[in-house]
């Protein structure tokens, strides 16, 4: 069974660095096509896809905030961090770590478990 | 990037009702398609990948189809616990991309 769960803080001031970190288990990051990753959504909005990192050690990031974006591995920990620098008010919302599925290889994949999410606030 | 636009915004539906949520994409994306559940206060679910397959347990009277460019997710017979929002995800490649999601509220 597949587990993932954020954490991080609930309260950040503007220009600030986010740290979030997500700690899974039931599977390893290192096995061919797996993959984790980090999805948004602002209260009341849609979700938006941020980040994610696959078993290979690529990286891929949304365009609009990429140069925001950070995400790293610490295999021996079943751990996945994210960081998104200068922190803005409309950056405010629900954070989901996410795992990433996919049965064709070479292909994007979706997201088949889901942790609980993490509500963080950007206000000074 | 590609874009996801879902319609409606808004389905207002009744209990035992038939409802259709429509998903279209700025450009082709095969059947690289993905359907979630998300009631309030809840990380979403996912309901259907690959256009048209059904994840376990998920109930049968959900199913999605299309192609190409535009999908759909229908419910045949709509029950008290379907009442959320919709969102539709493409992963035709490494950048994925949301729908803005489909509110189902009851009539």
């Known amino acids: 069974q597949i587990t993932l769960k954020e954490s991080g803080p609930t309260l950040v001031k503007p220009t600030q660095t986010l740290t979030l970190t997500c700690t899974f288990s039931?599977?390893?990051?290192?096995?061919?096509?797996?993959?984790v990753g980090w999805i948004r959504q602002p209260p009341g909005k849609a979700l938006e896809w941020l980040a994610l990192?696959?078993?290979?050690?690529?990286?891929r990031y949304s365009p609009s905030l990429r140069s925001r974006l950070t995400i790293t591995e610490d295999t021996s920990k079943n751990q996945v961090v994210l960081t998104m620098t200068n922190m803005d008010p409309v950056d405010t919302g629900t954070y989901y770590c996410?795992?990433?599925?996919?049965?064709?290889?070479?292909?994007?994949?979706?997201?088949?478990?889901w942790g609980q999410g993490t509500l963080v606030t950007v206000s000074s | 990037d590609i874009q996801m636009t879902q319609s409606p915004s808004t389905l207002s539906a009744s209990v035992g009702d038939r409802v259709t949520i429509t998903c279209r994409a700025s450009?082709?994306?095969?059947?690289?398609l993905a359907w979630y559940q998300q009631k309030a206060g809840k990380a979403p679910k996912l309901l259907i990948s690959k256009a048209s397959i059904l994840e376990s347990g998920v109930p049968s009277r959900f199913s999605g189809s299309g192609s190409g460019t535009e999908f759909t997710l229908t419910i045949s017979s709509l029950q008290p616990d379907d009442f959320a929002t919709y969102y539709c995800q493409q992963y035709n490649n490494y950048l994925y991309t949301f729908g803005q999601g489909t509110k189902l509220e009851i009539k």
């Open positions: 039931g599977f390893s990051l290192s096995t061919y096509t797996m993959g």
């Open positions: 450009q082709s994306i095969s059947s690289w």
């Open positions: 990192i696959y078993w290979n050690g690529d990286k």
């Open positions: 996410v795992h990433r599925l996919t049965t064709v290889p070479n292909t994007g994949g979706y997201f088949d478990s």
